[in-house]
Each structure stands twice: as C-alpha cells, then as structure tokens.
C-alpha cells in the first residue's frame, strides 16, 4: 500500500507541475510576482496532494518569527526532501533561490525560474563565486526580497550533524542582512533520493531572526544550534 500511494503521489505530483507550468504561460512576459505566485500555487497544490494520498501532513510553527511584511532577510533552512522547496515560497510574499544553474537549463521550469529572478549559480566553482553572489544577494535585498539559502549545499539526511558551508556566514557578514534559521524534519517520511513517502506530520519551523552584526564565529554556532532538527509530537 506504502508503494501504492507513493506511486499514485508521484505520477499526479509530476503530472500538476506540467499542468501548472502549460496554464502559466502568459506570466512568462509579466512581472515576476506572477511567476512567484505560480510557485507558490504549485507548493499549495503539492502539500494538498501529499496530504490526501500518502497521508503526510504539515505542521508550522514559529510563524510569528517571520516579519509580517517580509523584507530583506537570507532565509537559511534545513534541505531534506524536494518537500522543502515547494513549501518555503508559501509563507514569503518576494522571495528568490540560491540553486544550481542546471535548474535553470530545464525548459519551462528553468523559463520561470528566470522569470521569477532566482539565483542560479555553477557549485563547481565554490569560493570563487561569493564576490558575485554577495553582489545578487545586494541587488535583491535593495528590492526588500526574501533570499532562501540551503546553507549544507544539498539535501541531507534528517538527524544528521549540522554541515553549514562557508557560504552563509559570508552573505551575512557581507550584506548585513538579519538570518532568519528554519528547521524541519520532512527528511523522516520523503527522505532524499526516496521514492517512498511515509505518512505522519512533517514539521517545518522559523526560528527567532538573527540580527545583523554578530562575529562570524558567534553567527555561526547561533545558527546552528538554532537549526537543530523540531521536537515531533
């Protein structure tokens, strides 16, 4: 049954994807939010889908953390499951991604994902690109944007230690932006490369800000002590 309604998940998740790019079209050739909106109609979509035919649910805490008119702010959350990247963009009314540029060569995905001005960017060249990445991540905070970071670089396994790069702590030391720390747990039931999908009550939390100006060292154990996987139950 497990494999059943996984099955039955994936075909429709895939299936909504195509069919929300094809009707979104038009927004192609408009302003960005249109494209934001798309995604975040598509994370709405997706939870309803993932409730109702494998049973997994969402529980969101901390929201009072999140400044109620958004803002300049680097969103670094916990990467787990292609979960986490649908459900962000829900909460944030401007928001754009840090993400590997070989998303944004995929046609019609990597269409809007340009149209909405996300931020692709080659891993391969690591600390090389930070000069030109705290300049983007300037540009977007001038426009009083949302900047979502996975700070571990890829998705991880739930529970694991905290693997932050150096990437983070350079952003926020170099824009002076607040950082605003999300735990989740989704990694227990949609773990990466898996295509099962258990069910149960993910948990996705936002932690309290953290405020600009803090020693790279002290940023750094603040976020990760804070980024620590939510209690269930």
């Given at each position: 049954m497990l494999f059943l309604r996984s099955l039955v998940f994936q075909v429709l998740f895939w299936a909504n994807t195509i069919l929300l790019m094809v009707i979104w079209l038009p927004g192609l050739v408009m302003r960005r939010q249109v494209s934001?909106?798309?995604?975040?109609?598509?994370?709405r979509t997706s939870l309803w889908l993932v409730e109702k035919i494998c049973g997994l649910k969402i529980e969101w805490r901390?929201?009072?953390?999140?400044?109620?008119?958004?803002?300049?702010?680097?969103?670094?959350?916990?990467?787990?499951s292609i979960w986490d990247t649908f459900v962000l963009p829900i909460r944030f009314p401007d928001f754009s991604y840090i993400l590997k540029r070989e998303l944004v060569m995929i046609p019609f995905f990597g269409w809007y994902l340009l149209a909405a001005e996300q931020v692709g960017i080659n891993r391969a060249k690591g600390g090389k690109l930070l000069p030109q990445l705290v300049e983007k991540a300037k540009h977007i905070f001038a426009q009083g944007r949302q900047l979502f970071i996975f700070p571990e670089g890829t998705r991880r396994p739930a529970g694991a230690p905290p693997a932050y790069k150096f990437g983070i702590a350079h952003l926020y030391a170099a824009t002076g932006a607040p950082v605003l720390p999300v735990a989740l747990n989704a990694g227990l039931f949609w773990p990466r490369r898996s295509f099962?999908?258990?069910?149960?009550?993910?948990?996705?939390?936002?932690?309290?800000?953290i405020p600009p100006g803090l020693p790279p060292r002290a940023f750094s154990r603040r976020c990760s002590r804070r980024s620590r996987p939510p209690r269930t139950g």
């Open positions: 934001m909106e798309l995604g975040r109609t598509w994370g901390g929201l009072e953390n999140i400044p109620p008119n958004g803002g300049a702010m680097i969103v670094a959350s916990k990467h787990q099962l999908i258990r069910p149960g009550t993910a948990t996705i939390e936002f932690l309290p800000l």
